[in-house]
């Protein structure tokens, strides 16, 4: 079974709609949070990442992310994307005792002008 | 300051063949993982060195890939012989040793086994 969980493949939405993302893991214990992204030709960018604290997380470009323990989520939300949102995001989390990044499937979202 | 460079950029041979992709870390960065992602699956972790030494190489696949980071700077991912089934992007990320793991990665080299 797939311990990081993006649940959208593919979304396409029309610049200035709301996005949200939603990514689950299944690791119990203290784990990292991150969201990446790699725009069209380019390399994958840090867009937010989750240690502790505050569960909401900003990032880059307008992007959030909010931790749900008991959900065991955290999901990437946009209130308005542009057409330069299009790329693909990937949600990853490094688990207890790793250093490594477990990376979910990814999602290729593609906003319409 | 510069990034994570990864070279080449593209590398097509055929099976059988022998491959070596070059990764430079960013200056001062002990950690250097290696990543892949084959086509339409997930990215996938191939192995971690601490400086010189290799610290998880869990994810390497088989013993055709030798991964190697000589003097703790650059590293060479070996894959010999190459196989269809290697064909995919090969990335490669690099963290400071101190504090959070934050992993900044290279642009990837596109590995095509023909």
């Known amino acids: 079974a797939q311990s990081v969980s993006q649940h959208n493949h593919h979304v396409i939405l029309s610049e200035a709609a709301s996005l949200e993302l939603g990514c689950n893991y299944s690791y119990g214990g203290t784990v990292n949070l991150f969201w990446y992204v790699q725009y069209p030709g380019q390399h994958l960018q840090l867009l937010l990442k989750?240690?502790?604290?505050?569960?909401l997380v900003k990032g880059i470009k307008g992007f959030e992310a909010e931790f749900i323990k008991s959900k065991f989520s955290f999901n990437l939300r946009k209130p308005s994307v542009q057409w330069s949102d299009t790329a693909e995001y990937f949600c990853?989390?490094?688990?207890?005792?790793?250093?490594?990044?477990?990376f979910g499937s990814g999602t290729r979202l593609q906003v319409q002008p | 300051e510069a990034g994570v460079t990864q070279f080449p950029s593209h590398s097509v041979i055929e099976k059988g063949q022998t491959v070596t992709l070059r990764c430079d870390p960013i200056?001062?960065?002990?950690?250097l993982y290696w990543y892949r992602r084959v086509m339409g699956k997930e990215i996938k972790f191939l192995l971690h060195f601490v400086k010189e030494s290799k610290q998880d190489e869990s994810g390497m696949p088989n013993n055709r890939f030798l991964a190697e980071r000589t003097g703790g700077t650059y590293s060479t991912l070996k894959v010999q012989p190459a196989e269809l089934e290697d064909s995919g992007v090969y990335f490669c990320?690099?963290?400071?040793?101190?504090?959070?793991?934050?992993?900044?990665f290279g642009a990837g080299t596109r590995l095509s086994v023909l």
């Open positions: 200056s001062g960065h002990d950690n």
């Open positions: 990853a989390v490094i688990r207890p005792g790793r250093r490594a990044l477990t």
């Open positions: 990320a690099s963290s400071t040793r101190q504090g959070k793991n934050i992993q900044y």
């Open positions: 989750y240690f502790s604290g505050d569960p």
